[in-house]
């Protein structure tokens, strides 16, 4: 059974930064690709950032510059560092594990509960 767990919401001030984690147990975490998903109130699902089992990495045009995102297969962990904040970027942020890298949520098949990101303004 694959278990997938984010940490590392908050409220935290436009311009500020936050890390979120992310552990996945229950598969060979090294040969997975992890993505970081949101959801935005009246909104729906969107890409953030994924990785592959390699480490090449892929963002969202709105998060390019902003965030990183980083694996530590040792820890079976994927990291989100997320600088420079905006209001907008609130939402709850979900981690989720695929066997192929991609931006799209059909590709990953088993998903955290969320974490909620919380920006103000």
């Known amino acids: 059974q694959v278990h997938v767990v984010e940490s590392g919401g908050g409220l935290v001030q436009a311009g500020g930064s936050l890390r979120l984690s992310c552990a996945a147990s229950?598969?060979?975490?090294?040969?997975?690709?992890m993505g970081w998903f949101r959801q935005a109130p009246g909104k729906e699902r969107e890409f953030v950032a994924a990785?592959?089992?390699?480490?090449?990495?892929y963002y969202a045009d709105s998060v390019k510059g902003r965030f990183t995102i980083s694996r530590d297969n040792a820890k079976n962990t994927v990291y989100l560092q997320m600088n420079s904040l905006k209001p907008e970027d609130t939402a709850v942020y979900y981690c989720?594990?695929?066997?192929?890298?991609?931006?799209?949520?059909?590709?990953?098949?088993?998903w955290g509960q969320g974490t909620q990101v919380t920006v103000s303004s």
């Open positions: 989720a594990t695929s066997r192929v890298v991609g931006g799209t949520s059909e590709l990953y098949d088993y």
């Open positions: 229950g598969r060979t975490f090294s040969t997975y690709a």
């Open positions: 990785i592959s089992w390699s480490g090449g990495t």
